[in-house]
C-alpha cells in the first residue's frame, strides 16, 4: 500500500540534502575561518606602522585559524583513537573561541558595539559548526569500526592491553610490583631449602649406583672385565 502520509519529492530532497550536508559543512567552516582571518586581519592592519605590520596582520590571523582546526579535527587521523565525549578536539575549540571572542572585543572597541556582536556571532557559529563537524566524524569513525568486526576486536584487545600496562605503571610507581618482586624472589630462595631430604636421597642413590658397577665391572691387570663371582 503506498504511504500518502509522505511526500515522496520531499524525501528525494532530504536525501539529496543528507548527500550534500557533509561537504557543505565543512565549506561553511573553512570559509567561517577563513572570514574571520581577514576580518582581524583588516582591524589590526589599520593600526599597523609599516608593510611589514600590515602583512603580519592578516598571516596571524590565518595561522591561527589553520592551527585551530588542526588541533579540533588532528585525532580524526586516527580511526582507533577513540574520543570521548570531551574531547581534546571540543576543548581545544572552546578555549580558542574564548580567546577569540577576547581579541575581538578588544580590536573592535573603539567600533562600536555592532561590530563586536557581528563578528562574535560568527566566531560562535564557526564553533557550533566545528563542535557539531567533531561529533558527526567521531560517531562515524565508531560505526565504521565497529562494521568491521576484525578491527574492532584489535581495538578492544588493545585498550584492554593500555588499561593494563597503566594499571602496572601505577603499582610500579605506589611500590606494589618491587614488593610483590622482592616476595617471590624470597619464595625462590627458600624452595632450595624446603627439599633437603630428596636432596640427600638423590646422591645417596647415585652412590649406592656407582658402588654396585664398580663390583660388577672391575677391570683386570690385562685390561679384561671381571665378573662378580
Not at 35 to 48: E, L, R, Y
Not at 92 to 110: F, G, K, Q, R
Request: contains cysteine.
Amino acid at each position: 500500500m503506498q504511504n500518502i502520509l509522505i511526500n515522496d519529492d520531499f524525501g528525494k530532497s532530504i536525501k539529496r540534502l543528507r548527500s550534500i550536508l557533509p561537504v557543505l559543512s565543512f565549506s561553511l567552516l573553512i570559509i567561517t575561518y577563513l572570514i574571520s582571518a581577514v576580518i582581524m586581519g583588516i582591524f589590526h592592519g589599520q593600526n599597523a606602522p609599516n608593510w611589514g605590520f600590515t602583512i603580519a596582520a592578516f598571516l596571524v590571523p590565518l595561522a591561527i585559524q589553520a592551527g585551530r582546526g588542526t588541533l579540533v579535527f588532528f585525532f580524526q587521523l586516527n580511526p582507533a583513537h577513540i574520543q570521548g565525549r570531551l574531547s581534546f578536539g571540543i576543548i581545544a575549540a572552546t578555549i580558542l573561541l574564548v580567546l577569540s571572542l577576547i581579541e575581538a572585543y578588544l580590536v573592535m572597541a573603539p567600533y562600536g558595539l555592532s561590530w563586536i556582536i557581528s563578528v562574535c556571532t560568527l566566531m560562535v557559529i564557526g564553533w557550533v559548526i566545528e563542535v557539531m563537524i567533531l561529533k558527526e566524524t567521531i560517531f562515524a569513525t565508531q560505526i565504521e569500526l565497529f562494521q568491521d568486526k576484525d578491527r574492532w576486536h584489535e581495538v578492544q584487545r588493545f585498550y584492554v592491553a593500555q588499561t593494563e600496562l597503566q594499571k602496572f605503571i601505577k603499582d610500579l610507581n605506589s611500590g606494589k610490583v618491587s614488593a610483590l618482586h622482592q616476595s617471590e624472589q624470597q619464595v625462590e630462595a627458600q624452595l632450595p631449602q624446603s627439599l633437603p631430604t630428596e636432596n640427600k636421597t638423590l646422591s645417596l642413590l647415585e652412590e649406592i649406583n656407582q658402588h654396585l658397577q664398580g663390583k660388577d665391572y672391575r677391570p683386570s691387570l690385562n685390561g679384561k672385565v671381571k665378573g662378580r663371582k
